[in-house]
């Protein structure tokens, strides 16, 4: 930035305490932008964003008590105390090959297309339900926006085979599992689904799957492999 002096002094007392932050209230991100010295010479933060990390709002009781006290006109991403705007967003993204992927984040989800990729995969489409990032969402929204990312993996009809993905921590794998069973009662002529599940209640979460004989493991490289083959079948 070409900054000499006392500002470079102000910009690494900026940077130190958006570290400290960022530590302390376990954030995903914190960002300045744009950050710009005024005609008087100060440093001046014009704009900035806070993300904080879904799974620690648990322990971060005071950003999850400042995120309920938000209006509900707040965007989606911030809010999140209402349905509409949990489940609406929901998309879609189109590829080519035999495989729907549904997973519940962006970081898995890209962890598993990679491994389904060296797994001799190909992902013919995959839908993001979001990670478990309204720590005041109850399980019945999350348990809806898992069966709407279904009703679109099942639209595809390139897709030979279905892997679902979820990590649990708000909803239990029960509750995964219950919304699974619920959505595909009277459903007909579906791809074959594996389902990889981590979290607390995996043991009821196998019983209630293997009612409606849908395999279920919890390691994602056994689930890849088993929607693999089916896949290719």
């Known amino acids: 930035m070409g900054l000499e002096g006392e500002l470079i002094q102000s910009v690494s007392s900026v940077l130190e305490k958006m570290y400290n932050l960022f530590i302390q209230q376990d954030l995903d991100l914190i960002e300045i932008n744009p950050l710009a010295v005024s005609t008087t010479g100060e440093l001046m933060a014009l704009d900035g964003r806070v993300v904080a990390e879904d799974a620690a709002l648990g322990r971060r009781s005071n950003i999850a ?5 938000l209006p509900d006109t707040a965007p989606s991403s911030v809010a999140g105390n209402e349905k509409a705007k949990l489940t609406s967003d929901l998309k879609r993204v189109q590829l080519e090959g035999s495989i729907g992927v ?3 984040g962006a970081g898995l989800m890209m962890a598993t297309l990679d491994l389904i990729q060296s797994a001799k995969g190909k992902t013919a489409s995959f839908v993001d339900i979001g990670g478990e990032y309204r720590h005041n969402c109850p399980p019945e929204t999350l348990q809806e926006r898992l069966q709407q990312g279904l009703d679109l993996i099942l639209a595809d009809k390139t897709v030979k085979a279905v892997l679902v993905n979820v990590l649990g921590s708000v909803i239990s794998c029960r509750q995964v599992a219950e919304g699974m069973t619920f959505y595909l009662r009277n459903r007909k002529n579906t791809p074959p689904i594996v389902v990889r599940l981590v979290g607390d209640r995996l ?4 019983e209630l799957l293997a009612k ?3 395999p279920m493991t919890d390691s994602l490289e056994d689930a890849i492999a088993k929607t693999v083959v089916l896949s290719q079948s």
């Open 203 to 206: 043991e009821q979460a196998a």
């Open 212 to 214: 409606s004989k849908i």
């Open 65 to 69: 008590a400042f995120i309920a006290t």
């Open 102 to 104: 549904l997973c519940n």
